[in-house]
Every structure is written in C-alpha cells, then in structure tokens.
Nanobody
C-alpha cells in the first residue's frame, strides 16, 4: 500500500486547509485510515482516524475544528481543518491499517502563523 498525502501549506491563524490522502496498491480490506501529526522533538500524535465502517476518533485538541471524510473511492480520505491555530503547526502523516499492518505516507507540512 502506498499513501500519497497532499494539501499542506502556510495559513494564518483562523484559516482553513484541506489535506488529502490517496491510497494505492493493495488497498483491499483497509480497515482504518487517518491522520497523525508530529512536531520536531515530540512524538507523533493522533489527529483523527476513520474506520471502514465510518467510526471516527478525534483528538480532543481538534474536535469541532477538524473533520475527516472519505471520498467516493474508499481509498481516499480528506481532512478539513478549520479555525487553525499556531499549535496545529506540524508535519501531518496519513496512516492506513490493514489487520496488523500499518502503512504511512510521506507527510505534508502545515504551518499556521499567528
């Protein structure tokens, strides 16, 4: 499975960005996709995940501001990020899970200026 993330960039605080993640390759039975983020010197942390059944799990810090959705093709997920804060600045990574196997995308940088 290969994951291609895109959509990062520079935005002012209060602004919005939309990230995309497209999976290719052996995408059958992907039971979870989602987003994590990492700041230099810190551990990678959960942003949000969505299961194949549509259940979502948001980090408390992004609830009410970020929304995950899936495209018509089940191999694509989007992350709509609204009301961005400087503390949202990080490299955002797309993740897919199939059984016990986890796959990661290359990361896309989101920078929120104050």
């Amino acid at each position: 499975v290969q994951l291609q993330a895109s959509g990062g960039g520079l935005v002012q605080a209060g602004g919005s960005l939309r990230l995309s993640c497209a999976a290719s390759g052996s995408i059958f039975s992907l039971n979870l996709m989602g987003w994590y983020r990492q700041v230099p010197g810190k551990q990678r942390e959960l942003v949000v995940t969505i299961t194949s059944g549509g259940s979502t799990n948001y980090a408390d810090s992004v609830k009410g501001r970020f929304t995950i959705s899936r495209g018509n093709a089940t191999n694509t997920v989007y992350l709509q990020m609204n009301s961005l804060k400087p503390e949202d600045t990080a490299v955002y990574y797309c993740k897919a899970l199939r059984g016990v196997f986890a796959y990661w995308g290359q990361g896309t940088l989101v920078t929120v200026s104050s």
